[in-house]
């Protein structure tokens, strides 16, 4: 499909999906246990595994660490990150219906993770967003009891790459290819805005620069647009959402061809 773009707008609602994300990842904790407890009492020969209830338990997770890394790549704290998994993991707490639980968790701090985050959009052709914490889950009082380590990954990368054509007018002529990946799976993206250099100056590129824009369908993007300016490199800069609101940027030097 092909359409031309003038500008795709940012949504920086992060806290508003933080709580969202707290709420649902009660509900559907609260629900599995529901469920669990349901078929355990009617003695259902399909009562649906514990397992199940520690699956739901690390998708809430991911949710939580999705919408805080939201929030940190638009500016946010990195402790953002732990406060919400601290509110997360004392909702886990009260829940008692399976018996004594708690989730503990441990985000990532080394050489590139700060407070579990971890932002980089000053590498040549490639921009990361990315959040890491490992959780430990323990349940007390079932039938089972449940000790369970596990670790989430949530991380928004965005490539770029391209080259320019000089036209009769002298105008360049740029070609880029974007690709948007989630944890390293080709993603779509909701939001994107490309810039060019010019004498020092970021400038955005719109319609009047015959902006056009190839969504393939699969996390890839072709674009194009004009530019009237005299260096012999054209520096390009694109800044983009992903469909979890994930902010993430990444530049490239585009050359003539």
């Given at each position: ?10 949504n ?5 999906l ?31 595994p ?55 968790f ?8 700060d ?7 000053n ?37 770029i790459s ?19 990946y ?7 993206a ?37 530019v ?21 940027l ?8």
């Open positions: 499909m092909k359409r031309q773009v003038e500008e795709f707008r940012a920086r609602s992060g806290q508003l933080i709580v969202a994300a707290l709420a649902i990842a009660v509900l559907v904790s609260s629900t599995t246990i529901y469920v669990y407890e349901l078929s355990r009492d009617t003695n259902s020969s399909d009562r649906p514990l397992n199940d209830f520690v699956l739901s338990l690390k998708q809430s997770a991911r949710n939580v660490m999705i919408s805080s890394l939201a929030n940190v790549s638009n500016g946010g704290s990195s402790s953002v990150l732990a406060t919400n998994l601290n509110t997360f993991s004392q909702l886990v707490a009260s829940l008692h219906h399976l018996g004594t639980m708690s989730l503990d441990t985000p990532l701090n080394d050489s590139t993770y407070s579990g985050t971890y932002l980089s959009w590498t040549s052709d490639i921009g990361v967003s990315s959040a890491y914490v490992n959780f430990t889950l323990r349940v007390y009082g079932l039938e089972e009891d449940i000790d369970a380590a596990f670790a989430v990954n949530v991380t928004t990368t965005i490539t391209g080259s320019y054509a000089t036209l009769l007018s002298g105008d360049k002529q740029v070609s880029l290819t974007c690709r948007v989630n944890e390293d799976e080709p993603a779509l909701k939001n994107m805005t490309f810039f060019y250099e010019n004498s020092g100056n970021w400038i955005q590129v719109d319609a009047s620069n015959d902006l056009f824009i190839i969504d393939q369908g699969n996390g890839t993007y072709l674009v194009s647009f004009t009237n300016i005299p260096s012999d490199t054209v520096p390009v800069s694109v800044r983009g959402y992903d469909s979890r609101n994930v902010f993430v990444a530049n490239t030097t585009c050359s003539g061809t």
